[in-house]
């Protein structure tokens, strides 16, 4: 398919699809943790990301092989997507899918943040200016928001990790010769690295198995099939057609599909402070990622 020089409805729908996708993923994880250990689901779900991912490789003809010159950049990569998920899945074990994915989303604050700082040529305009001021405000007020009793200090401040482990991979992407490797080839390096990594230390975070039920066994295949292997595959693929910025502007949703999600599906409580900090945060992103 051609590459577009402005979204169109196909593209438009796709995202929308996209961010619904992320977004009930975090409450399937948080569901899926009843039957495994956060951090050994995480492990698990990088094994089965990979083995999928290895078998659409090989049918579609794209090579398992890293270049030498993207070593380092692939390692780093895979080490923060352990990190990212090992604090992400301990998150949601803790404290709430909408508080999780509030201040999880805020990833493009930090990376914009980052790049003003690291990239010359992305340095940021009043109006990105204004959007990062709006998004770090919502962030805030999410962490010092105590009134719901399902919420958890520590569970929000590794979802604020998580974040920052998540800005690092895309900055990582941008400023290492990984940037001129197939994203089969980038997402392949971060589940076959953080999978050991996950699986080696998860029973330093307590039992790998909890009260396994069907419902767990398909939440993980869920993970597997949907998110870590397919649904990575139809972001980098969705980049590959239309611009960047038009992509990026709809991250945005994720958090707002999330909350509502958290609250139809688990019942989790949102007062007022959680829907301010989730309209703060989604009006930062959309500016950042505004032309």
């Given at each position: 398919?051609?590459r577009?020089k402005?979204m169109d409805?196909?593209?438009?729908?796709?995202?929308?699809?996209?961010a619904?996708?992320?977004?009930?993923n975090?409450?399937?994880?948080?569901?899926?943790?009843?039957?495994?250990?956060?951090?050994?689901?995480a492990?698990?779900?990088?094994?089965?990301?990979?083995?999928?991912?290895?078998?659409?490789?090989?049918?579609?003809?794209?090579?398992?092989?890293?270049p030498?010159?993207?070593?380092w950049g692939g390692?780093?990569?895979?080490?923060?997507f352990?990190?990212?998920?090992?604090?992400?899945?301990?998150?949601l074990?803790?404290?709430?899918?909408?508080r999780?994915?509030?201040?999880?989303?805020?990833?493009?604050?930090?990376?914009?943040?980052?790049?003003?700082?690291?990239?010359?040529?992305?340095?940021l305009s009043?109006?990105?200016?204004?959007?990062?001021?709006l998004?770090?405000?919502?962030?805030v007020?999410?962490?010092?928001?105590?009134?719901?009793g399902?919420?958890?200090?520590?569970?929000?401040?590794?979802a604020?990790?998580?974040a920052?482990c998540?800005?690092?991979?895309?900055?990582c992407?941008?400023?290492?010769?990984l940037?001129?490797?197939?994203?089969?080839?980038?997402l392949?390096?971060q589940?076959?690295?953080?999978?050991p990594?996950?699986?080696?230390v998860?029973p330093?975070?307590?039992?790998?198995?909890?009260?396994?039920q069907?419902i767990?066994?398909?939440?993980?295949?869920?993970?597997i099939?949907?998110?870590?292997?397919?649904?990575?595959?139809?972001?980098?693929?969705?980049?590959?057609?239309?611009p960047a910025?038009?992509?990026?502007?709809?991250?945005?949703?994720?958090?707002?599909?999330?909350?509502?999600?958290?609250?139809?599906?688990?019942?989790?409580?949102?007062?007022w402070?959680?829907?301010?900090?989730?309209?703060?945060?989604?009006?930062?992103?959309f500016?950042?990622?505004?032309k």
């Open positions: 398919m051609e577009k402005h409805t196909l593209g438009a729908v796709a995202l929308i699809v996209f619904l996708n992320l977004a009930f975090q409450v399937v994880v948080k569901v899926t943790n009843g039957g495994f250990g956060p951090v050994f689901l492990g698990l779900r990088s094994v089965g990301g990979a083995v999928v991912l290895m078998i659409w490789m090989k049918a579609s003809g794209v090579s398992f092989a890293l030498r010159s993207s070593y390692i780093v990569s895979g080490l923060l352990a990190v990212e998920f090992m604090c992400l899945f301990i998150a074990d803790l404290t709430t899918v909408g999780v994915s509030i201040i999880f989303y805020s990833m493009p604050v930090w990376l914009a943040l980052a790049a003003h700082v690291l990239l010359p040529s992305e340095r009043v109006v990105r200016m204004i959007g990062l001021v998004a770090m405000g919502g962030v007020l999410a962490l010092v928001d105590r009134s719901n399902q919420a958890s200090l520590v569970g929000d401040l590794l604020l990790f998580a920052f998540w800005a690092g991979i895309a900055l992407v941008r400023v290492t010769p940037a001129r490797v197939p994203p089969e080839q980038q392949l390096w589940l076959v690295i953080s999978a990594l996950l699986l080696l998860a330093l975070f307590g039992d790998l198995l909890r009260d396994v069907p767990h066994l398909w939440g993980l295949g869920f993970q099939i949907a998110v870590a292997s397919f649904g990575f595959l139809a972001w980098f693929w969705l980049m590959s057609i239309y910025s038009s992509v990026a502007s709809f991250s945005f949703l994720s958090p707002v599909f999330a909350v509502i999600l958290g609250w139809f599906i688990l019942g989790e409580h949102v007062g402070t959680i829907w301010a900090a989730l309209g703060l945060v989604a009006a930062g992103i500016l950042i990622n505004r």
